[in-house]
Every structure is written in structure tokens, then in C-alpha cells.
């Protein structure tokens, strides 16, 4: 079954977003989900003011595609779900919703790690982090790239 | 042609960026020169190799000719979401 994606360029409820993912399913037995949530402190501790996503007009919508179809046919689910944000967002505003449907929760549990560690990496934006002492752009960590790494053939 | 930066390089010279039309050949390795010229405080990031050339939404080359593009577009390293 194919993903099913959406770019937000303001803020949205995840609670909405699980509820209408749930009304549309059919044979699901096992759903899981997933809420990135900004943070209000930046990694070296200061309070962050806000973030800012630069996203590309195209590139970003075909990214987060690939990543719900990719999970789409290497997990067994019948139905992914990707919400993302762009643009300003300020911290505890959700920045990201993913979630996955399966007959049995194995298959849902790890298209939803799969998901989320494919768009910690390959999801096209450019995050910036507006803190106190200044502004920073954000490279993936060596968490996120060894997170990628576990999923390569 | 019109030329767009994302990212860290669009704080630093500005979103979108006009230059003329060059004449053949004119590679992506030029066009980042007469860049550079124009913005000398942004000159060392836009002389990075981590900076990439995108043309017609596909990632290009230091080689690629730009002559006939109608918008060139480079990108900083993604931060990923």
C-alpha cells in the first residue's frame, strides 16, 4: 500500500493526525506511533527561542515520500502515515508524526523506527536552532548516521 | 539566470541571487566563482565542496554546464528532519 505523507507549514495536533490514521484503517490489529517534539534547551544547554526548518519546494515533499514508500514495502503494514513540519516552529510544538499499521505489532514497531531514523538523515531541510547566545544550522549527529547506518542491506 | 541558496549560505548572501547569462562553457565550478566575487564575506562557504550545485531538482557535478539552466540552486549538507 502506498505512504501517505503531508508537509505542515503550521503547527498540527498529533492527537488529530493518530485519530483520523485510526478511522481510516481496515484490518489493522497493532498501531504505533511517534511525536518529535522541539526541544527548549539546544544540545550545549542554552534556551532555544525557536526553529526554523528551510525546506525545498519540491525536494522535501519527494523525501518524505520515498521514506513512507521505502517502509511501505520493507515492512509488513498496510498503512504508513508522515506528518512534518517546516518553516518556524516553537519549542513543545510537535515538528514531526509518524506512524504505522500492521496485523501484528512487530512489523508496525519497526517501520516506525525506520521511518524516523531514515528522516533524521535523508529528509530534506535545513534545520536552524535560534537559541539565546545565537543562531546555529544543524548537521545529523553520529547517533543519527549510525541509526541510518543499522537499516543499509 | 536566477540562482537559489538554502540553508546556512541563504542567511549569509541572501535567498535568491541574479547573475547573467554566461557563455559557454560556463560549469558549475565557475558559477560558484563569480559567486564568491560578488559575496567575498560568504566566500569560503560557497567554495565548499559540501556546498552542492542542484539543477532541474538533481544534484550536479563541479563540471556541469549551467549556460542553458534557468535556476541553479546549491545546498548546504541537509540537517535532516
Redesign the interface.
Known amino acids: 500500500m502506498r505512504g501517505r505523507t503531508r508537509l505542515a507549514g503550521s503547527p498540527f495536533d498529533p492527537a488529530e493526525e493518530l485519530s483520523s490514521f485510526l478511522q481510516a484503517l481496515t484490518d489493522a490489529g497493532a498501531i504505533v506511533s511517534f511525536v518529535g517534539v522541539a526541544r527548549p534547551q539546544s544540545g550545549g544547554g542554552t534556551a532555544v527561542e525557536r526553529m526554523f526548518l528551510d525546506h525545498h519546494p519540491r525536494l522535501t515533499q519527494q523525501s518524505l515520500d520515498e521514506v513512507a514508500d521505502a517502509a511501505s514495502a520493507r515492512f509488513d503494514v498496510g498503512a504508513v502515515r508522515v506528518v512534518h513540519r517546516f518553516g518556524e516552529i516553537l519549542p513543545g510544538e510537535p515538528i514531526v508524526f509518524v506512524a504505522a499499521a500492521s496485523r501484528h505489532r512487530r512489523a508496525a514497531f519497526e517501520a516506525a523506527d525506520y521511518m524516523m531514523d531514515r528522516l533524521k538523515t535523508d529528509a530534506v531541510f535545513w534545520k536552524r536552532e535560534d537559541a539565546v547566545d545565537g543562531s546555529r544550522w544543524i548537521e545529523p549527529t553520529e547517533a543519527d548516521r549510525a541509526d541510518r547506518a543499522r537499516w543499509s542491506e | 539566470m536566477k540562482i537559489l541558496f538554502?540553508?546556512?549560505v541563504?542567511?549569509m548572501v541572501g535567498r535568491e541571487a541574479r547573475v547573467e547569462r554566461p557563455s559557454e562553457p560556463a560549469t558549475v565550478r565557475e558559477l560558484r566563482q563569480v559567486l564568491a566575487e560578488m559575496h567575498p564575506h560568504a566566500s569560503e562557504e560557497l567554495m565548499k565542496p559540501s556546498l552542492r550545485a542542484?539543477v532541474g531538482?538533481t544534484l550536479v557535478g563541479e563540471d556541469f554546464r549551467v549556460a542553458d539552466a534557468e535556476t541553479v540552486?546549491f545546498?548546504?549538507?541537509?540537517?535532516?528532519?
Do not use: A, I
Not at chain 2, 545546498?75 to 528532519?81: H, K, M, Q, Y
Open positions: 538554502y540553508g546556512r541563504g542567511d542542484c531538482d540552486e545546498f548546504p549538507p541537509l540537517s535532516g528532519g
